[in-house]
C-alpha cells in the first residue's frame, strides 16, 4: 500500500481529499501550497452531500488498520481515529486549523526576514570599567497590569538578550550581545555580535557556542558597547531572565539598568501561565500557539521574546 493507500476502483475527490490533507500537514512543503492546498481541501469537501461523506468514510476505513476492541483505525494518511468519529467534519476542523497555523508561520517568517541587521561600530580605545555583584544597582521589573498602555509605555523598546558561559555575572562570560528594536510592535532593527571573552573557552557551556576562529576574530565588549549603548537609546529593554543579563552587562562595565524601564517576559509568563511546567522561550511560545519556528541563535530567541511579551501584553489588558 502507498502512502495514500490502494487507490484502485476509489472516487476520484476521494483520492483528491487524502492528497490535499497530506500537502497541509507536510511541513516541507512550501506555505503557498500548502495554503492553496487547504483551500482546494475545504472546497471539495464542501461540495460533498451527506452520503458521498459516508461513503468517503468506508474507504478511509477499509484503508486504515482496525483494531476491534476500540472500533479505531489507524489510517497512513490521516492517522488515529475512531470509527465512530465525524472524520471529514474532524479533518475539515484540523484542515482550517493548520490553514492558519501556515498563514500565521509564513507572516512571521516574512516579518522575521525583514528584520534590518546593524553593523556594531567598533572602538578599540574604548576602556571599560568591571564591577563586582554587590555593586550592581537594584534591578526593578515594571509590572504589566489590566490598564497598561502598551502603545505609550513601549511604542518603542529593546529587547536584549546575552549567550554567555555560564550563570555567574562578574566569573562567567559574555560570548555574544544581541538587542532588537520593536516599533509599534513590529521588529525593525537588529544589533547582533559577538564577544571576545577575553580567554578561550574549554567547554561548550553556551547554547550557541562560537568557533575558536569566531572567538579570536571577535571584538572584545569594550569595542562595540558605545555602538550597543546608542542603538538601545533611552528604549524600555524587554529581556526574558533580564536581571541576569543586566548584572552581567553591569559587571562587565555597561550600565543598561540606571534610570531605565525594565520588563521581563519570563516573570509574566510565570505570573501569567501556572499550569506550564518549565518556562523555556519554546514551551511558552507552544501554550500561546505561537509558532515563529525552530527558536536558535541570539537574533530569532530575541524576536521570539518580543512576540511572546506582546501576546501576554493583549491578554492581560484585552
Known sequence: MSLFGDMRDLDPRFDKLRKLYATVMDRSIDWDTRI?????????????????EKDFKKEIIKEGKKDKTIKSVNHPVFGFFFED?????ELTEKVRWKKGRVIKRK??????????????RVNTDNVLEKHSMSEVPEIKIQKVTESFDMDRKMQ???????????????LDMIVK?????????????????????????????????????????APQLSDISESLVEFIGDSPILGYNAPMDLRFMYCNGVDLISGRKIYDAKNLAKKLYKNIDYYSINNVLDYQEINV???????????AIGKVFMEMVNKITE
Open 36 to 52: 492553496s492546498s487547504a483551500d482546494e481541501f475545504l472546497s471539495l469537501r464542501q461540495s460533498l452531500s451527506e452520503k458521498e
Open 85 to 89: 468519529d465525524n472524520l471529514l467534519k
Open 107 to 120: 507572516a512571521h517568517e516574512e516579518e522575521y526576514n525583514n528584520i534590518e541587521m546593524i553593523t556594531p
Open 156 to 170: 518603542t523598546f529593546i529587547v536584549f538578550n546575552l549567550e554567555t558561559t555560564g550563570f555567574r555575572p562578574g
Open 177 to 217: 550581545v544581541a538587542a532588537v528594536r520593536y516599533e509599534n510592535g513590529v521588529p525593525t532593527k537588529a544589533f547582533i555580535s559577538p564577544v571576545n571573552p577575553r580567554e578561550r573557552i574549554k567547554t561548550e557551556e553556551s547554547a550557541e557556542a562560537n568557533t575558536a576562529a569566531d572567538k579570536e576574530e
Open 293 to 303: 519556528g525552530e527558536v536558535k541563535g541570539a537574533k530569532k530567541e530575541c524576536y
